[in-house]
């Protein structure tokens, strides 16, 4: 297949001097998969999945796709995933990837073909101006752009087959996908009424509370009935709730003077919501048993419930909408192209 042209320049340009230095030090740099050499331990227990670095990945009519324009797409996500996973999981996710990424190429393809079967053609103007205005927005000047073109060894002439090839697949989706778009005031209202719970956000309070366990036998109980009513009397006489949390409180929260943040009472333990609901704002709570502890509670703030109205909504809702019907044109487009045209993936070429 014809070199990619919905790629960033500049990671193209990454991934070919990876695959100059040598192929099989690409295939351990990039996707270092257990079966080979440096594998850790973890990845060791997986069965192997090595990706050779050329070789058919996939023919759509007769178009190639390589194992290498899978990879250079790849990259990027390959980047991402190793910052994050690691050992089996690691090589699972990028297996995935591969196979998203090599399933994109091959609509990619479909979608020129179908270009090309229809027998239609692009103004070479529309190429030249497209061209300018990547020069204009990625380089400062035609000499910076022909110098990365050959730190890629990638000519003109190829790079603006891939401009124009950018632009074909740009065309073709806008009069299969967006000009079929159709969308009603109507069914942005059903989404909201369907997911209101989206836009309804519940009554919070800034809570700030003490902990104290009630103890397992009597006499610790009274001890910890001392220590809360302790609690209670600072509180009552003007000392800080954070003071006495730090000092007295057995909770999660003491070393932060007990600061809970702002909470959804409804998803506390009935008795603990119905106190809170019960305590003026600014104001102490009573002492309240729940459970197997002893709480006391201070309401430094309250938030009222809130509903966001529909016409608020209106441009999320549609924009969802808009990228649900989008997805679904497409899926149903594509699956007209793999129909329609000879499509052959290569498995034993790619992860195996």
């Known amino acids: 297949m014809r070199r990619e042209g919905l790629f960033e320049i500049f990671t193209r340009q990454l991934m070919r001097k990876m695959i100059d230095k040598a192929q099989a030090a690409l295939c351990v740099t990039l996707l270092l998969l257990p079966g080979t050499v440096s594998a850790n331990q973890d990845a060791m227990d997986a069965p192997p999945r090595v990706i050779p670095v050329e070789g ?71 190429v030249k101006d497209r061209m300018g205005e990547m020069i204009r927005d990625r380089f400062q000047n035609r000499t910076e752009l022909l110098h990365v073109l050959t730190a890629e060894h990638t000519t ?60 397992t036998t009597k006499e ?65 709570s009573e002492i309240v048993k729940a459970g197997s502890k002893f709480y006391l509670y201070f309401i430094e703030k309250r938030k009222s419930e809130k509903i966001v109205p529909f016409a608020e909504a209106r441009q999320e809702l549609e924009r969802e909408l808009r990228d649900r019907e989008m997805e679904r044109l497409s899926e149903e487009w594509m699956s007209r192209l793999r129909k329609k045209y000879f499509i052959k993936v290569f498995a034993d070429q790619g992860i195996n």
Not at 70 to 80: C, G, N, R, S, Y
């Open 56 to 126: 058919y990945a996939a023919l759509v009519n007769d178009r190639v796709i390589l194992v290498s324009d899978v990879l250079i797409a790849l990259a990027p996500t390959e980047a991402k995933l190793r910052k994050t996973f690691h050992g089996q999981e690691l090589m699972k996710r990028i297996s995935a990837a591969y196979d998203r990424t090599l399933t994109n190429l091959v609509d990619r393809a479909l979608i020129l073909e179908e270009f090309a079967e229809k027998d239609a053609t692009l103004p070479e103007r529309a």
């Open 220 to 284: 610790e109980t009274q001890e910890q009935v001392g220590k809360i009513e302790m609690a209670h009397s600072r509180l009552k006489d003007g000392t800080e709730f954070s003071e006495v949390a730090r000092d007295l409180s057995e909770g999660s929260k003491a070393r932060r003077g007990g600061d809970w943040g702002w909470r959804n009472p409804d998803e506390l333990r009935p008795e603990i919501a119905e106190a809170i609901r019960k305590t003026p704002t600014g104001e102490v």
């Open 156 to 215: 003109l002439d190829e790079w603006k087959e891939q401009v124009k090839e950018q632009l074909i697949i740009q065309l073709m989706q806008r009069d299969n996908i967006l000009n079929n778009l159709a969308l009603s005031h109507g069914d942005s209202r059903v989404l909201y009424e369907d997911h209101r719970d989206r836009y309804f956000t519940p009554s919070k309070v800034k809570l700030w509370m003490i902990t104290i366990a009630r103890g």
